[in-house]
């Protein structure tokens, strides 16, 4: 049996990418700019300054760059529902709350974010660690992220569950020598990541099932 296990958060845990792409594409065209589902998987998995860095050159410089954001964040103040937990999420949360099983987050937003994310649809007090993108250098799809969740959890990384839906974050998990779930979002992992990870799994509804499968 797994001593911990390690979650993603924006399309893993919480349905946030979809918003937030369907938030930039609509931002983008209303200052005439195309900007597509392929254009925001690039930026899928990665930690804020290099999503900056790439949506900027994306949308053709920091001025427009400035005003799509702010656009963005308009639209998603407009909104009148958060962002909620993907289908299978709280189950998985509650079984490994319920064998005593400490689970933590590895996501590449702010700490901030993480926090405010995770208290709106209740399981915050869930996870005994959080790592975020702006405590590391190298952000996905680096192990450096990982291999600080596994040194705040005091744990060896084969001793560790991860859950993730991007290819860079699974990359990250595998590369810190973690057993990796893929659950994918909007992006399918490529033929390497199925290769080297534990499990790709539909949705997080399937998990439950793989980790009793595992521990029979």
């Known amino acids: 049996m797994f001593k911990a296990a390690i979650f993603d958060m924006d399309g893993l845990l919480i349905d946030s990418e979809r918003i937030i792409m369907q938030a930039c594409i609509q931002a983008a065209s209303e200052f005439g700019i195309e900007y597509t589902s392929n254009d925001y998987a690039e930026l899928i998995g990665r930690a804020a300054p290099d999503s900056t860095k790439i949506m900027t050159a994306q949308l053709g410089g920091k001025q427009p760059f400035k005003q799509v954001m702010h656009r963005v964040d308009a639209l998603l103040d407009e909104s009148t529902s958060h962002f909620p937990l993907k289908a299978g999420a709280y189950e998985i949360i509650q079984y490994f709350h319920k064998q005593h099983i400490p689970c933590g987050v ?55 569950i991860a859950f ?6 699974a990359l990250a998990a595998i590369t810190a020598g973690l057993n ?3 659950v994918p979002d909007l992006k399918q992992p490529t033929e390497f990541v199925k290769d080297h990870c534990f499990r790709v799994l539909n949705s997080l509804i399937e998990a439950r099932e793989l980790l009793l499968e595992k521990c029979a």
């Open 164 to 169: 993730e839906d991007s290819e860079l974050g």
């Open 180 to 182: 990796v779930v893929v």
């Open 106 to 160: 590895a996501s590449s937003s702010y700490q901030q974010v993480i926090k405010h994310r995770l208290s709106n649809v209740g399981v915050l007090d869930y996870f005994t660690a959080i790592t975020s993108g702006d405590e590391v250098k190298r952000g996905k799809p680096h192990p450096d992220i990982y291999l600080l969740a596994i040194k705040k959890l005091g744990l060896d990384p084969k001793d560790c």
